[in-house]
């Protein structure tokens, strides 16, 4: 039942309540959720939760099953009892409340959170925590980090198990921010807690509760791949065969293109990735998918964006308009390569919604034409951009002009 829909009910009291846990178990409980733990007909939990609320629970205990999606089905089906869901910390933070919520209707559910590890360890550290970047790599790509390791920067990441200390120490140290300050805060709240600090370049592990938040203070050093916050970002952080949309090209179709937060981009003909790679990181939730004719560049666009701390930019190898079919309607669509072959164009302009927004990049002059045909048929903007570059001539310097750029940006009806 993971369709996304949300269900509504007649109830008029609450049956399901979420419970937010911390290290200290019942001691950090309220009466209330005491009560309703106590109360619960079905109690769903990890092993750990379940654990610590054992004298409690008079109901049946039901742990959580894999896949996730299962248990979410099983609390679904249990509608109008009394149930409670035991989850760490606050629910809604990064939590099984969030899961739940796309499913279930708020006005169906109670929540009673305990502070979030994130919470936890900016008051242990002193950190303002509105100024502080927070990520989960609880289940998550490493990599994600990477975006927010910015000179300076304070980053809270929750990591998956004993090992994630370690590996995060690992990624600073080859990625120029050795230097970093990563401070590991073990078990929060609890009796076991520990707080230990390390140079990331130095880190030596030790045995680590597996229960861990680590705080990095960003030191960059003078070789870190530091990701700028401006769009058009240097070619040469990128991967490339010379299959690739130039910085200052990049940088004005993305203005075109004009992302809005949590909005799916197609990129066609992506080559090396570049422009949906910028789309991902203007926004946590920005979502893109390249497609790739070049079974080579797909691979290469992959690497790109787990290097640009983007690994979730999905990346559909083949051609279009074939490689098309079965897509997520997306709100905007770049194309950058393959827009002159048959049935490209119509396909993209097919695929958007009303408002949707259509970008395409010509440097030849069969895709000029196309473009030209397009625009005088269905309006838009057309732009010709023309970039020189300063290089030797002699023993003197000279402007040498690249490749012309046609840009037909286009809103639909």
Known sequence: MDDGQTFST?????????????????????????????????????ARHLELTA???????????????RSVEAVIALRGTSVVVLASGDPFFFGVGVTLSRHI????????PAPSSFSLAAARLGWALQDTVTV??????????????????RVLALTSDEHGPAELAALLA??????????????????????????AADFSPTSVNPLNVCAVEVVAGVDARILPLAKGLDDGLFEHDGQITKRE????????????????????????????????LSAPAMRAIAIEGSAERAERIKRNAALFGVPGLAVVQGS???????????????????????????AAIAALASGGRLVAN?????????????????????????????SPVGSMTGWRPAMPVTQWSWVKP
């Open 174 to 199: 080859a990625s120029g921010f050795g230097q970093s300050k990563l401070t590991v805060l073990e078990a929060l709240g609890g009796a076991h807690e520990r707080i230990t600090s390390q140079i």
């Open 55 to 69: 004298t409690l629970i008079t109901g049946e205990r039901r742990r959580w099953l894999s896949p996730f999606e």
């Open 362 to 390: 010509a440097v030849t002059t069969q895709m000029e034409t196309v473009l030209l045909e397009h625009h005088a048929r269905l309006g838009g903007s057309l732009i010709r951009i023309d970039i020189a570059r300063a």
């Open 320 to 346: 279009a308009p074939a490689a098309l079919a079965g897509l997520a309607r997306p709100d905007a669509i770049f194309v950058g390569g393959g827009g002159s072959e048959e049935g490209v164009m119509a």
């Open 10 to 46: 007649g109830c008029i009291t609450p049956w399901l309540t979420i419970i937010g846990l911390g290290e200290d178990g019942l001691a950090g409980l309220g009466d209330e959720a005491k009560r309703c733990i106590g109360a619960a007909s079905v109690v769903f939990g990890g």
């Open 136 to 153: 989960s790599l609880h289940g998550r790509p490493l990599d994600l980090i990477r975006r927010h390791l910015q000179p300076g920067s």
């Open 249 to 280: 090209v990049r940088a004005l179709t993305l203005s075109a293109l004009a992302p809005r937060r949590g909005e799916l981009l197609w990129d066609i003909g992506a080559g090396s990735g570049s422009i949906g790679i910028e789309w991902m």
């Open 105 to 112: 209707d708020r006005s169906e559910m109670r929540v009673l």
